[in-house]
């Protein structure tokens, strides 16, 4: 019930809508129109009573419908089962909750219209307001887990060819491993975490976040200039509905042909998104630093960069771009 009055407020957009228009469209009392708003409010969702109007939801067009979304999946995705909260510390930790409480089987989706604890690589915050799309799905593929890695890159690759659809395609490009640029300008962030043994795992979380209708000023003021969003770059806001349908369609085709053929089958295509293929570049890996020309993504997704001692093959490790002298590093601006 509460997910109709939602879908129903969602509808009418700016316009209130009555409690009496409510309760007639479900077939309730108005009483129980009143007592399921107020559960919504408690549960994060911003719903304002205009006396003598009715009701209006807040950021109603960035909320998603995720029974619509499972519904136009192809009944054989590997996305299961979804769960939509309109406010989360992590979507990823509501993943890891869900496996204690014995609630997430495999294909599991948690989205939230905002976090206040999204994390990037590297122990970063990953700034999550509404306007975005932030989301993480629990995944048990039989693998090593030293070949789950790829993913990262993999899911990369499925949500740069979602954002081509959204802004020129030209300007969507990734910065190893796993950060989605428009106009060298971060949009789109993915963070794996796994649990299992060497030989293989017992199970994988992606977290991904979407900068989709965020405005400059929405960033914290340290990531303005260094991310963007669809919105910025498109000029208009992008539906974001039909972008988290696109991405999770793309990312599961990308799935399940990486499970019949693994990374080596989207080695070229990677490195033709890749932003810095051909570029002086600067890694932190652990306490190393490494400079040099970045020359390949190898079959195993590494980097391999001409350094002045020789080749180096490097497995993780942060990407700084050199381009005139100048430190062009994209830095993390959001994730679940």
């Not at 009715?54 to 009944?75: F, P, T």
């Not at 048990?140 to 081509?164: K, N, Y």
């Not at 806001?237 to 085709?253: E, G, K, N, Y």
């Not at 195993?300 to 350094?307: K, L, T």
Request: proline share 4%; glycine share 8%.
């Amino acid at each position: 019930m509460r997910s109709k009055i939602i879908q129903a407020l969602k509808l009418t957009g700016e316009q209130p809508l009555s409690g009496n228009d409510i309760a007639e469209k479900l077939g309730v009392s108005r009483v129980a129109v009143w007592k399921h708003i107020e559960t919504l409010r408690q549960e994060g969702y911003l719903i304002e009573a205009i006396p003598g109007q009715g009701y209006r939801l807040q950021e109603a067009d960035n909320i998603l419908d995720v029974q619509a979304i499972a519904a136009s999946l192809k009944q054989d995705t590997i996305f299961k089962q979804f769960y939509y909260y309109p406010r989360l510390d992590s979507t990823s930790t509501r993943i890891r909750e869900l496996l204690q409480e014995g609630q997430a089987a495999e294909g599991t989706v948690v989205a939230a219209l905002c976090q206040s604890e999204g994390r990037g690589r590297l122990g970063r915050d990953w700034s999550s307001p509404a306007g975005g799309l932030w989301f993480s799905f629990l995944l048990r593929p039989q693998l090593p887990l030293q070949e789950t890695a790829c993913l990262s890159l993999l899911f990369a690759l499925a949500i740069s060819r979602t954002l081509q659809d959204f802004v020129d395609k030209d300007e969507v490009m990734i910065k190893w491993p796993n950060d989605v640029l428009i106009k060298d300008k971060k949009v789109a962030g993915i963070l794996l975490e796994t649990a299992g043994e060497l030989d293989r795992i017992e199970y994988l979380i992606s977290g991904i976040g979407i900068n989709v209708n965020l405005a400059s000023d929405d960033f914290p003021p340290p990531l303005q200039g260094q991310a963007t969003s669809l919105l910025e770059n498109r000029g208009t806001p992008a539906d974001i509905q039909a972008v988290f349908l696109s991405t999770l369609q793309s990312i599961d085709r990308y799935y399940r042909r990486f499970l019949q053929e693994g990374f080596p089958a989207f080695c070229e295509e990677y490195k033709g998104l890749c932003y810095h293929l051909g570029r002086p570049v600067r890694i932190q890996t652990g306490q190393r630093v490494i400079a040099g020309t970045h020359i390949d993504i190898d079959s195993s997704g590494a980097m391999r960069v001409r350094s002045s001692t020789g080749i180096e093959v490097i497995h993780t490790g942060d990407v700084h771009v050199l381009d005139r002298g100048r430190d062009q590093h994209a830095s993390e601006t959001t994730r679940n």
